[in-house]
């Protein structure tokens, strides 16, 4: 069993940025594949970003080239840092893990194991 627990979410103004970060419990983090989903309300949980075991990333095309996915290992903590942050951006953002062999990225809600609480960012305009 894997517990995640995000933190850093807060409210900022349009333009501003945010770091989240999440940590994992267990001690074989470095074979999972991480994920940061976002859900705003009354809308469906979606893909924002994947990193895996040997740091490559991928994208939604909202967030490419405003946010960042990466991972410290020694840490057992996958972090998000989001510039340019736009009002569209307000949501529960949630972190997502699973175990890899192929160490392929995923981008599905369905794909991942295991999930934290969520927290909450705001983007005021």
């Known amino acids: 069993q894997v517990q995640l627990v995000e933190s850093g979410g807060g409210l900022v103004q349009a333009g501003g940025s945010l770091r989240l970060s999440c940590v994992a419990s267990?001690?074989?983090?470095?074979?999972?594949?991480m994920g940061w989903f976002r859900q705003a309300p009354g809308k469906e949980r979606e893909f924002v970003a994947t990193i895996g075991w040997s740091g490559n990333t991928y994208y939604a095309d909202s967030v490419k080239d405003r946010f960042t996915i990466s991972r410290d290992n020694a840490k057992n903590t996958v972090y998000l840092q989001m510039n340019s942050l736009k009002p569209e951006d307000t949501a529960v953002y949630y972190c997502?893990?699973?175990?890899?062999?192929?160490?392929?990225?995923?981008?599905?809600?369905?794909?991942?194991?295991?999930w934290g609480q969520g927290t909450q960012v705001t983007v005021s305009t």
């Open positions: 267990g001690r074989t983090f470095s074979s999972y594949v």
């Open positions: 997502a893990a699973d175990r890899t062999i192929s160490g392929a990225l995923r981008t599905t809600v369905g794909t991942y194991a295991y």
